[in-house]
Nanobody, 123 residues
Framework: QVQLVESGGRLVQAGGSLRLSCAVSGLTVSRYAMGWFRQAPGKEREFVAAISWPGGGTYYTDSVKGRFTISRDNAKKTADLQMNSLKPEDTAVYYC????????????????WGQGTQVTVSS
């Protein structure tokens, strides 16, 4: 059974930092591209960042470039999202996802999803 479990979300002040982690079980994570998405209240879920396998190439949505960094540890079976210089507009539920193949930015391209972790950025 495949499971993705996110952690690390909490309330933080604008300008602060958070590190989200996604723990993966039930699949060979080294063969999967990993992505982070987010969904703000009343909005659709949107792409944030992705990291490929095996080379670790990354891709970010424009609004987080230079502030967020996605990483992976295949040995620990985790994919993390380091978020710096947080803004109130980053407030959302953050989801990690996995897909077999190259990294992608569309929700429908991902096979497995976590339940999400809430990030709230206060102004």
């Amino acid at each position: 059974q495949v499971q993705l479990v996110e952690s690390g979300g909490r309330l933080v002040q604008a300008g602060g930092s958070l590190r989200l982690s996604c723990a993966v079980s039930g699949l060979t994570v080294s063969r999967y591209a990993m992505g982070w998405f987010r969904q703000a209240p009343g909005k659709e879920r949107e792409f944030v960042a992705a990291i490929s396998w095996p080379g670790g190439g990354t891709y970010y949505t424009d609004s987080v470039k230079g502030r967020f960094t996605i990483s992976r540890d295949n040995a620990k079976k985790t994919a993390d999202l380091q978020m710096n210089s947080l803004k109130p507009e980053d407030t959302a539920v953050y989801y990690c996802a996995a897909r077999q193949g190259v990294l992608a930015t569309r929700l429908g391209d991902y096979n497995y999803w976590g339940q999400g972790t809430q990030v709230t950025v206060s102004s």
